[in-house]
Nanobody
Framework: QVQLVESGGGLVQAGGSLRLSCAAS????????MGWFRQAPGKERDFVAA????????LYADTVKGRFTVSRDNAKNTMYLQMNSLMPEDAAVYYC???????????????WGQGTQVTVSS
């Protein structure tokens, strides 16, 4: 099983940017699909973005498309989420996940990291 540790969260003003990182260990990182989810207080955990093991394919929720970019560096065992033009509704705990990326446009998570808080002030 791979261990996941998120970092990079914090407080940012609306319109600003943050880059989240997810460091993985314990398994062959370069062969696993990964994704990002987020959960705001009182709400369900929602899909944000996913990337295949090779980085060739990505998938985004409509709410973040055009503003967020998911990427990975297999040499560093790290996945990233670049978040631009942040809005107050983007505030949540962000979790990275290992899972399965389906070509039909779906990512099924298997397990999660501990999360990192993103707060966006208006």
């Amino acid at each position: 099983q791979v261990q996941l540790v998120e970092s990079g969260g914090g407080l940012v003003q609306a319109g600003g940017s943050l880059r989240l990182s997810c460091a993985a260990s314990g398994r062959t990182f370069s062969r696993i699909d990964m994704g990002w989810f987020r959960q705001a207080p009182g709400k369900e955990r929602d899909f944000v973005a996913a990337i295949t093991w090779s980085g060739a394919f990505t998938l985004y929720a409509d709410t973040v498309k055009g503003r967020f970019t998911v990427s990975r560096d297999n040499a560093k065992n790290t996945m990233y989420l670049q978040m631009n033009s942040l809005m107050p509704e983007d505030a949540a705990v962000y979790y990275c996940a290992v899972g399965d990326y389906y070509s039909a446009g779906y990512f099924r998570p298997s397990y999660w990291g501990q999360g990192t808080q993103v707060t966006v002030s208006s």
